[in-house]
């Protein structure tokens, strides 16, 4: 079966330096990840970076082990998925944060992922829910540090 792959992108009045930092600081991620209801790191990392496992829980119940694959700040994170729900064979994501102008960020979530039987049925309704939340949490995002550098 094909892998599945949603972009989406995202224009951030900040820089990219503050915005990598921001999202990638799990002190802050549920201030504006508001498609999760936990974000932790794992084995007493007290930062992310490469080799550094991260539990995640969505609102909707399902969780995801995953394992940061790359870290160049502030050009972009990846993550494997280690362990996660049953739904999916595998999962990875990037997030990409492209300077357009000193206070203004292009910032990208890619996300590519293969489901299983009998998943793959409803392949179209899973991608397009999947393509919704990660719009929203992009606006989320956006909202949420736009909000506090007018503060």
């Not at 793959?120 to 506090?148: C, G, M, P, T, W």
Request: proline share 3%.
């Amino acid at each position: 079966m094909a892998r599945i792959r949603i972009t989406e992108k995202i224009i951030i009045n900040s820089s990219r330096e503050i915005i990598f930092d921001f999202t990638q600081d799990y002190a802050n991620r549920l201030k504006w990840d508001t498609f999760l209801k936990k974000a932790e790191l794992m084995d007493r990392a007290m930062e992310a970076g490469v080799g550094v496992k991260a539990d995640c829980v969505a609102k909707n119940g399902l969780g995801m082990i995953t394992e940061y694959v790359s870290f160049n700040r502030p050009e972009g994170t990846a993550v494997k998925m280690i362990k996660g729900p049953f739904i999916f064979s595998s999962f990875a994501g990037s997030w990409k944060f492209a300077q357009i102008e000193p206070e203004q960020t292009e910032v990208s979530f890619i996300y590519s992922f293969e489901l299983r039987w009998p998943f793959r049925i409803f392949r179209n309704k899973i991608n397009s829910k999947l393509h919704s939340e990660v719009k929203q949490r992009l606006l989320d995002l956006k909202n949420n540090l736009e909000a506090y550098h007018e503060t």
